[in-house]
C-alpha cells in the first residue's frame, strides 16, 4: 500500500475578476479543496464561480486584505494551504513543486513563491519587482496574518521557512485603468494603516515620496529597460503614494486630529 497523499487546499478571493480568475482556477485544479471568497463582485465573477462544481464560493463584505485573507484561511479544511490571487496562474512547473513539497518529509511551516510579473501577455522585467517574493504556500496551523498591516499583508509563521524554485506567474497589469485603481486603493489602506500607527501627514512628503518612488523604480530598479511598460508602471506605482498622502490628510480632518502644534510628536510616514 502507497503512502498516503497529502491533501491541500486552494484559497482566492475576488472581486471583478473576470479574464482572470478562469485562467487562475484552472492552474489550481489539482488542490483537493478549491475555496474562493468573493467580496460581491459585479461583473458576473460570483455567477461565474456558483457554475463551478468543484468551487465552493462565499460571499464576504471586503473591509481590507488582511481581514479578507484571515476569513479565507480560516474556511480552509486542510493543514496544507495554497493561497493565490485572482490574476495569478499556477504553473505545471510549479504544481509539480508543491505536490512534492507538501508530500515530502519537509519540516518547513511555510514556502516563499518568487514571481513572474505579466504585463498584458508580455513580461516585466524590472521596474522594481524583480526581487518580489510571497507567502503562498503554508500550513493553517502554523501562520497567522498579522493585524498590523491591512495591505501587502504580513504572514506570522510558527516555524521555519523556504523558497520554492519555480515562479508564480502574475498578470499585474490588465490595463492602465485596473492598474490605477488598484494602486489608489493601495494607497487609500495604506494611508488607514499610517493614522493607526498614528502618522501623521506631511506636505513635503506628499511630493517627496512619489517622486522618490519613480526615480528609485525607474533607474535604480532599472524600470527603463522595461520601455513604455516601465513608464506606466513606475508612474503608477508612485500614484499611490500620491493617493496615501491625499488620503492621510483627508482622514485627519474627517477625525478633526489636533494640529502639529499641541498633538504630542509623532513619526512621519515613511
Known amino acids: 500500500m502507497g503512502l498516503q497523499r497529502t491533501k491541500i487546499t486552494a484559497l482566492v478571493i475576488t472581486f471583478n475578476e473576470i479574464g482572470y480568475i478562469e485562467n487562475c482556477l484552472k492552474s489550481i485544479e489539482f ?148 492598474y490605477k485603481q488598484k494602486m489608489l486603493l493601495y494607497g487609500r489602506l495604506k494611508a488607514k494603516e499610517a493614522i493607526q500607527k498614528g502618522k501623521r501627514f506631511n506636505l513635503f512628503m506628499l511630493f517627496a515620496k512619489p517622486a522618490f518612488t519613480f526615480s528609485y523604480n525607474y533607474i535604480v530598479r532599472l524600470g527603463v529597460l522595461d520601455g513604455m511598460k516601465g513608464i506606466k508602471v513606475c508612474y503608477l506605482n508612485a500614484l499611490g503614494d500620491w493617493e496615501r498622502y491625499l488620503e492621510l490628510r483627508k482622514l485627519e480632518q474627517d477625525q478633526q486630529v489636533p494640529s502639529l502644534k499641541t498633538a504630542p510628536q509623532q513619526g512621519n510616514l515613511s
Open 31 to 178: 488542490a483537493d479543496e478549491v475555496i474562493v471568497v468573493d467580496s460581491y463582485s459585479t461583473d458576473g465573477t460570483y455567477e461565474y464561480l456558483l457554475a463551478q462544481p468543484k468551487v465552493r464560493v462565499i460571499q464576504h463584505p471586503f473591509k481590507n486584505y488582511t481581514a479578507q485573507k484571515s476569513f479565507t484561511l480560516n474556511q480552509a479544511s486542510n493543514d496544507w494551504v495554497i493561497f493565490v490571487d485572482a490574476d495569478e496562474v499556477v504553473t505545471p512547473e510549479l504544481k509539480s513543486e508543491i505536490i512534492s513539497t507538501i508530500n515530502s518529509s519537509t519540516t518547513h511551516a511555510a514556502f516563499w513563491f518568487r514571481r513572474k510579473f505579466m504585463f498584458q501577455q508580455k513580461r516585466l522585467r524590472f521596474s522594481g519587482w524583480q526581487t518580489d517574493k510571497n507567502y503562498r504556500l503554508f500550513r493553517k496551523s502554523k501562520v497567522q496574518f498579522s493585524d498590523k498591516r491591512i495591505v501587502h499583508e504580513t504572514l506570522i509563521v510558527d516555524g521555519s521557512s523556504a523558497t520554492l524554485k519555480e515562479q508564480l506567474t502574475h498578470y499585474c497589469y490588465r490595463d492602465f485603468t485596473n
